[in-house]
């Protein structure tokens, strides 16, 4: 696999006639970043800054952006969450707006995923600038325009803003606890399958594609796993370079103008087991780690597809036979409440109409050839993912991040109905194999 591919943002592209930008201003990072804070704040034409951080991260970092801030005579306001667990719920987004100083004419934030996301939030509805320092190479979603909140019980994704700068202190990000870069690998790792139904979505339904945006997205996936045996370790330039490809990854999402190149199927298990949590308090691990299991088992599914030999007569009484209203009964039993907006999603989306069943099972059968050689260009095998998780003492199955593996099944039917997207279990139901790949991913 190339890793120098050399993508140029910011002109029509020649590939899919779109404009390819992002809101991103700046990226930095650097050793020390966190000093040159104050020129920032001068450089956006801002007088004072509000500093968001938690309980977890004012310690780490908060506390040293807010005092190299005030040293340099630019005065700041700031709200610590005090949650040692933080949910981006309704609560917290009422927290966050109740303690806002409105005097403030930037926000800085110091934090990952959530703190990120609920910052993201603020600064668009206050339309301030916006600088998000990050306390680990985590996860892919600091460059994103968009914010992965809970709303109702509920992962949803909610319009924001996005950062203008994004810093990187490799001093603060290599200092950070090692399986925090783990979990940026593994939100890496979940690009072999967001490109893979990503292409399969286009070959089947003619869903927007840009060749360029992926194959950007894959070389910045691949310096990260070139980098992994440096993550253990904690070396600062294995640890940059995760970062680097986390904040690329999360800009080829912009470019695109979706969230293709950053996720797919394999996110939705970790959104899932997400949701499992918040309703039944099971154990919730890393989103990183998580879609680095969800990655593998995704990998496991396409697997037992290569085996499949097709049979329209098959997939057709499979839909036929479909019974939704049972459907909705089993997914409200497996995630409580959150289930309702899935459900609800059906009316709009209307994905188990049998016309447009029957419409997409005939491309399918037509094309199957082109379909198996999207697999084989795109995917490695689950033993290489397994392997490379195993180099760098990361979680490798769904115990080993304390889960009970007989939820699989049930999780992998369920990402069909989270979002309008087409994935890996739309097409096994398409197929009407869906039941049978599942159970076979619990044994």
């Not at 057709?316 to 907006?341: H, Q, R, V």
Request: glycine share 8%; proline share 4%; hydrophobic share 45%.
């Amino acid at each position: 696999m190339n890793t120098s591919y050399q993508f140029t943002p910011g002109g029509i592209c020649p590939v899919c006639g779109k404009l390819h930008a992002s809101a991103v201003k700046e990226t930095y990072n650097k050793e020390n970043a966190i000093e040159d804070l104050p020129l920032l704040v001068k450089k956006y034409g801002a007088t004072r800054a509000f500093v968001i951080a938690d309980v977890n991260t004012w310690p780490i970092g908060g506390e040293k952006i807010f005092n190299t801030l005030t040293a340099a005579g630019i005065p700041a306001a700031k709200h610590v969450f005090p949650n040692r667990r933080l949910e981006p719920d309704e609560k917290a987004v009422g927290s966050l707006l109740m303690h806002y100083d409105s005097t403030c004419d930037i926000i800085i934030a110091f934090g990952s995923g959530v703190i990120n996301d609920l910052s993201k939030l603020l600064a668009h509805m206050t339309n301030n600038t916006y600088i998000i320092v990050a306390s680990a190479a985590y996860m892919d979603g600091y460059a994103s325009g968009n914010s992965s909140v809970v709303r109702d019980g509920v992962k949803v994704t909610l319009n924001s803003k996005s950062p203008d700068v994004i810093m990187g202190d490799t001093g603060v990000l290599s200092a950070a606890p090692a399986h925090m870069a783990k979990a940026g690998l593994g939100d890496m790792l979940a690009k072999y399958i967001s490109i893979c139904e990503w292409r399969i979505s286009n070959l089947i339904n003619g869903e927007y594609y840009c060749e360029d945006v992926a194959a950007y997205t894959r070389s910045v996936r691949e310096a990260c796993v070139q980098a992994a045996p440096g993550i253990v370790s904690r070396d600062p330039n294995a640890i940059a370079t995760v970062f680097k490809g986390l904040v690329d990854a999360g800009m080829a999402m912009d470019y695109a103008g979706c969230s293709r190149p950053g996720g797919g199927g394999e996110h939705y298990f970790s959104h899932l087991w997400d949701m499992r949590g918040l309703e039944f308090g099971t154990h919730v691990a890393p989103h990183g780690m998580q879609a680095a299991i969800g990655t593998l088992y995704s990998i496991k599914g396409f697997e037992a597809l290569r085996k499949i030999k097709p049979d329209r007569e098959k997939a057709l009484a499979y839909a036929k036979s479909f019974d939704f209203a049972a459907w909705s009964e089993k997914l409200t039993e497996f995630l409580g409440k959150g289930a309702e907006a899935m459900i609800a999603l059906e009316a709009k989306e209307r994905k188990y109409d049998l016309d447009k069943h029957r419409a997409r099972l005939d491309v399918i059968l037509a094309k199957w050839d082109e379909l198996m050689a999207i697999l084989d260009e795109e995917l490695p095998s689950s033993a290489d993912i397994e392997a490379l998780l195993a180099s760098i003492d990361a979680p490798k199955c769904i115990e080993d991040i304390g889960m009970d593996k007989s939820i699989l099944p049930m999780t992998l039917m369920a990402t069909k109905d989270i979002r309008d997207k087409y994935i890996l279990s739309r097409l096994l139901w398409d197929l009407g194999v869906l039941d049978e790949v599942a159970a076979e991913l619990a044994k």
